[in-house]
């Protein structure tokens, strides 16, 4: 027997988004853009239990200062950002990073060392030769890297193994675990080089990291490089709440339970019952896995294995005359050996212009992760405590007093893509085979970045609507 389409009981197909942040928004975005060029009829309701939208995007400007609290760019040589960007109108005002010929450092023995020039790839092996970050047998056993075998088989490995494989042990816990494992705030020992970065596989089959980085330097490439909002990432998040029609977005929603209910959904919101066609949920994994359980016990564990963990980001605006040199570079990183509570640091002001006023330097720092989330968990004193003293001597300074210090938390918000994480979305694909009108979105699956949110947003919009679409056609 067939479930009556929305047509039959007289009413347009109704589409509930769960959570506000860059992928629900995202999605909402699509499924209204797919009614007005089709010039269909639908009900869309976006769900967000906070009182704020945005999820972590979230920017606050004081006095001249524009501080983020989650992510402070995107990547443009993935495109689904600057995309979305152009569609909202908001094309003028990307900017891109200052100019910077080294823009990152490594803290190695308690000392700030700057990269090499070619920055985060290394595209030839010649700069570490100069550089002191690396011990003579470390430069020598990343200028073998293209004598290294690559692996045949499609196995999945960590991020670790394959930079020790590749470039040696030396290089991988002073450079490249600090580097990488900070993009997800994870350990590199653990998280999924096929869930990642699987382009560096891609490239040890092509002849190696240094040939294939050689060979990228060569080729013209898109508009590329960090970018970001003059006015901040909550610009994007305030377009995409314009686009959509008036009441659409509902903050202080909390969704307590969802149960299929026939051939719908029912949702329960604040206490109160809800009937919809499809639901697209664009919470975290372990949340949508509570709110399943009833529904699918199988695919609510399956959600549960991707873990989460706690971080958190600290701003501080400093006078400039409280450093004794200039801030070099866009910031740095902290290798686990050097002992040290905060496992990064950005230069705001340095990175992006129009951050900070003239004589102030913004600095962002990290602390929390995988195996260090105890300092994300702690009082905000305590966080500023902490940062406060060990910023105060790696960058050696007499006097620490900021104007202005905000502490931005990210409690289990931040997931885990293990060795085997690809098998586990298999899995999840499998189970919601047999949901119908039931869609996953969100960092908690393929890819954490702006676009790679964007982009699993607006597929699961358009798979969203294209389905009610088809059902309201079979029951007419």
């Given at each position: ?317 400093l006078e400039r ?66 940062v406060s003293a ?56 393929e890819g954490v ?28």
């Amino acid at each position: 027997m067939t479930a009556p389409s929305p047509k039959q009981l007289g009413r347009p197909p109704r589409v509930a988004i769960l959570g506000a942040g860059i992928s629900g928004l995202s999605a909402a975005y699509e499924l209204s853009l797919g009614a007005q060029r089709q010039g269909r009829r639908l009900e869309l309701m976006v769900l967000e239990a906070s009182t704020r939208i945005g999820g972590k995007v979230t920017t606050e400007s004081r006095e001249g200062i524009i501080v983020e609290g989650g992510p402070d760019s995107f990547i443009g040589a993935k495109p689904e950002a600057l995309e979305l960007i152009d569609e909202l109108g908001l094309s003028q005002e990307v900017i891109g990073t200052n100019p910077c010929r080294r823009p990152i450092q490594v803290l190695s023995g308690g000392r700030l060392e700057s990269l090499p020039e070619f920055g985060l790839a290394p595209s030839s092996p010649w700069p570490w030769l100069a550089s002191p970050l690396l011990s003579w047998r470390g430069k020598l056993r990343m200028c073998l890297e293209p004598l290294v075998p690559g692996e045949q088989g499609h196995q999945d490995e960590s991020i670790a193994s394959f930079f020790r494989r590749r470039l040696g042990a030396e290089a991988l816990d002073k450079i490249f675990a600090p580097m990488f494992g900070g993009i997800y705030a994870g350990d590199c020992e653990k998280l999924s080089l096929q869930s990642t970065f699987p382009q560096l596989r891609e490239m040890e089959r092509k002849g190696g990291l240094l040939r294939s980085m050689q060979s990228a330097k060569r080729a013209p490439r898109p508009r590329s490089g960090f970018m970001t909002l003059r006015g901040g990432l909550t610009r994007l998040i305030e377009a995409l709440a314009r686009a959509l029609p008036g009441g659409v977005v509902r903050a202080g929603a909390k969704v307590e339970s969802v149960a299929r209910r026939g051939g719908s959904w029912e949702l329960g919101v604040n206490g109160e019952l809800f009937k919809v066609d499809a639901v697209i949920s664009a919470l975290p994994a372990p949340a949508v896995s509570a709110l399943l359980s009833d529904v699918d016990f199988e695919l609510s564990c399956a959600l549960r294995e991707i873990p989460f963990v706690s971080t958190a980001t600290v701003s501080l605006a400093l006078e400039r005359a409280q450093f004794k040199r200039p801030l070099q570079g866009f910031g740095f990183l902290i290798p686990r050996a050097e002992g040290r509570r905060i496992i990064g640091a950005t230069f705001s002001s340095s990175k992006f212009p129009g951050r900070a006023p003239e004589n102030t330097a913004l600095i962002r720092c990290f602390v929390g992760g995988a195996g260090q989330e105890e300092l994300a968990e702690a009082p905000d004193e305590e966080i500023l405590r902490s940062v406060s003293a060990e910023l105060k001597d790696i960058l050696r300074m007499d006097s620490f007093k900021p104007a202005l210090s905000r502490v931005f938390r990210w409690p289990k918000a931040n997931p885990q893509y293990l060795v085997g994480h690809a098998l586990k979305l298999k899995r999840i694909a499998s189970c919601l085979q047999g949901h119908p009108g039931l869609w996953l979105t969100g960092c908690s699956f393929e890819g954490v970045s702006l676009p790679d949110c964007i982009r699993s947003g607006r597929r699961a919009g358009v798979q969203a609507f294209q389905w009610v679409c088809g059902r309201r056609h079979a029951g007419s």
